[in-house]
């Protein structure tokens, strides 16, 4: 049956998937709600949107995402409080980003209203899935490519936005073991790092694949030509902190401009920590763990959320950070953040979309 709802055609499931989810385990992005939403691009317009029940789309093996990439996406959460109250948090930012990645890659431009809508009316639709545990939430994944049936390189003329979601516990379940990379890198100058391009992700396997291989959690990126800078960590951008201060390498067109990134950084403004976004090398906090004077080291992203740092290692050294407590700012801003995208606490920034 088709119903409308504010522009968008919804055609709910008969056949809920809802009583299958194993609610005690889980884990990240393996379940996905009932619903997605669908978007067409075509004659140079984006066509009427529409809500359909999840599952496969059917597509020629030409398709141009599948050989030259133009692909991209966002990542945002759904959470709901104990009075069954539902937000999600700035949604506009990522609408925002998509637009930057999507000018980046060729791309058409989605209405940021569009993409706010769709996704309201999606996440009411699919609200009983949103986990309320401690860690939990739905994580929503908007994404666009492109669909032409041709091989020739050249920007496709169709594309497709599609939303689905997934309720999910931790990303990380662990304090990190990072390991700074000096031979591979993520991103070059000029180039796409400040885009979430699906190929951005790709590329960084390999290299990520071989320090997992070698005991580790995760890479902490340098700049492609001295590998002297931090750029950010797999997944998240990276924020250390010593004394008052805390450090994060600024945006540029190889760092992904993280709304988590931008958030944390406001919290610790507003609790009065120095923030610093500027180039930050990596003898600076080498120097600063052989001194003993970096209190943390943390990654922020919207599927990790706040993950603190255990050790950093740098060529043979492995330097070990001390286990962070409630006290330390990174454990300080997860528990403001949690509260605040619960909606138990004030808003001072208006970061909150209230959905139910
Ligand atoms: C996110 O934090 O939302 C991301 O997109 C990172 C990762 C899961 C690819």
């Known amino acids: 049956m088709i119903a409308t709802h504010a522009g968008i055609d919804i055609r709910k499931t008969n056949d809920s998937r809802i009583h299958e989810v194993d609610w005690a385990n889980l884990g990240f992005g393996k379940t996905f709600s009932d619903h997605m939403v669908v978007i067409e691009y075509s004659d140079g317009a984006w066509k009427r949107p529409s809500i359909a029940p999840y599952g496969p789309i059917p597509f020629s093996p030409a398709i141009s995402a599948l050989h030259y990439g133009q692909a991209i996406f966002e990542g945002l959460k759904a959470y709901k409080n104990e009075r069954n109250e539902v937000y999600v948090f700035r949604p506009e930012k990522n ?28 996440v009411q639709l699919d609200a009983d899935w949103i986990p309320r545990g401690e860690g939990e939430s739905l994580y929503i994944r908007p994404h666009m490519f492109a669909v032409d049936e041709f091989v020739g390189v050249r920007p496709s003329e169709t594309y497709m936005f599609v939303i689905f979601s997934c309720p999910v516990g931790k990303y990380y379940t662990n304090e990190l073991r990072v390991r700074i990379e000096d031979k591979y890198t993520r991103a070059v100058k000029g180039g796409t790092g400040h885009a979430k391009a699906a190929g951005n992700y790709g590329a960084s396997l390999f290299p990520t694949q071989i320090a997992k291989d070698a005991g ?28 008052n201060t805390i450090l994060t390498p600024m945006l540029s067109d190889s760092i992904l401009n993280g709304v988590t990134r931008d958030s944390v950084l406001q919290i610790g ?79 001072p920034h208006h970061w909150n979309l209230r959905i139910l």
């Open 269 to 347: 403004r507003d609790m009065g920590y120095t923030v610093e976004e500027r180039k930050i090398s990596v003898a600076e906090i080498v120097a600063l763990m052989r001194e003993g004077k970096l209190d943390t080291a943390f990654g922020v992203g919207t599927a990790a959320t706040i993950a603190p740092i255990r050790s950093i290692t740098y060529g043979t050294e492995e330097f070990t950070l001390k286990s962070q407590t409630p006290e330390d700012f990174p454990m300080k801003a997860a528990d403001h953040l949690d509260l605040l995208k619960r909606g138990l606490l004030d808003d």
């Open 216 to 243: 580790f959690d995760q890479i902490l990126w340098t700049d492609s030509q001295e590998h002297a800078y931090f750029e950010e960590s797999g997944t998240m951008n990276v924020v250390f902190q010593s004394g």
């Open 95 to 122: 609408a925002e980003r998509l637009n930057v990645s999507a000018t980046r890659m060729c791309m058409p431009n989605l209405p940021v209203e569009t993409f706010v809508e769709s996704l309201r009316a999606l």
